[in-house]
């Protein structure tokens, strides 16, 4: 189980929170015949395997192996027809039906004003706008309103990379990262405002998204000395000295927990969180500590 420093559970229960929600938390759902949405390698894999050129089916596997998943995709999508490429797409975080998990409930009841995603699905915000009575703003990377959100005090899911129902719009490819920092830095700027406002906890996320590292590694460099953002991660994913690493270039604290059962000590923790947050909550209402 994670112990969840006492410092986050306030900064959730005051709303100076965002939730960056990762691949690894849509994993836990499934659909009727008990399939879960594949990993990333795996899909570049799956993508790889609809490629026709015996040459070209290689070079991205080979881009896999060597783990330069941003250019495996970039090939994947170039080797692939655009219709095919967009067709995989919506199977994959459509089609497949896959239905939330406890982990999708549990998150939404705690209730962070502010939750990131990268992921195309929709299962946490559907989810989160069944439990919270359609109260629940969808926003992408791309909208010219997006900045209208972060004064409010709606709730707020930002979808950094898009979503599965604008598929050409989706982030997925090394180019398209960049041209998403071209086209929309003002919406990066805003990402800056709120490392310095907000505690941001990854749970499900790697640190392979190079905008995420990019944003980290900057504020960890300019604010030094400020409180660490949190990573939710398995135990056997990093050595000791990745993790400081991570905690000196990015300021991230590693929050540990044991992978084994399909994660399952992720999603109690996750559970075991809400009456935390719920208690700190109570005790703000009573002291007017807001």
Request: aromatic share 8%.
């Amino acid at each position: 189980m994670i112990d969840w420093p006492e410092d986050l559970v306030q900064d959730i229960a005051a709303r100076r929170s965002v939730l960056f929600l990762g691949a690894g938390v849509s994993r836990n759902a499934a659909n009727v015949d008990g399939l879960h949405p594949r990993e990333w390698v795996e899909y570049l894999k799956h993508l790889a395997s609809k490629i026709a050129d015996d040459l070209h089916r290689a070079e991205v596997v080979q881009c896999i192996n060597d783990a330069d998943l941003l250019t495996a995709c970039e090939l994947a999508r170039r080797y692939l027809s655009p219709h095919v490429f967009k067709t995989e797409m919506l199977k994959e975080f459509s089609g497949n039906a896959y239905k939330p998990a406890k982990i999708h409930d549990d998150l939404s009841l705690v209730d962070s004003r502010l939750v990131m995603t990268t992921n195309f699905d929709k299962l946490y915000e559907n989810r989160a706008n069944q439990l919270q009575d359609n109260t629940v703003i969808v926003k992408n990377y791309y909208d010219k309103d997006v900045a209208d959100v972060f004064r409010r005090q709606d709730r707020v899911v930002l979808k950094v990379h898009g979503t599965v129902d604008a598929p050409d719009s989706a982030i997925f490819t090394r180019s398209q990262y960049a041209l998403a920092r071209r086209d929309y830095a003002h919406f990066y700027q805003m990402l800056r405002g709120l490392f310095v406002t907000h505690t941001f906890v990854f749970l499900g996320a790697s640190m392979r998204d190079p905008d995420m590292q990019l944003l980290l590694e900057d504020h960890a460099y300019r604010f030094e000395g400020a409180r660490p953002h949190y990573m939710v991660m398995p135990e056997n994913s990093a050595r000791v000295g990745t993790l400081k690493v991570l905690e000196e270039t990015m300021n991230l604290k590693a929050l540990l927990y044991d992978p084994s059962n399909n994660h399952r000590a992720l999603a109690n923790s996750v559970a075991a969180l809400v009456p935390k947050v719920d208690a700190a909550r109570q005790q703000i209402a009573v002291t007017a500590g807001w």
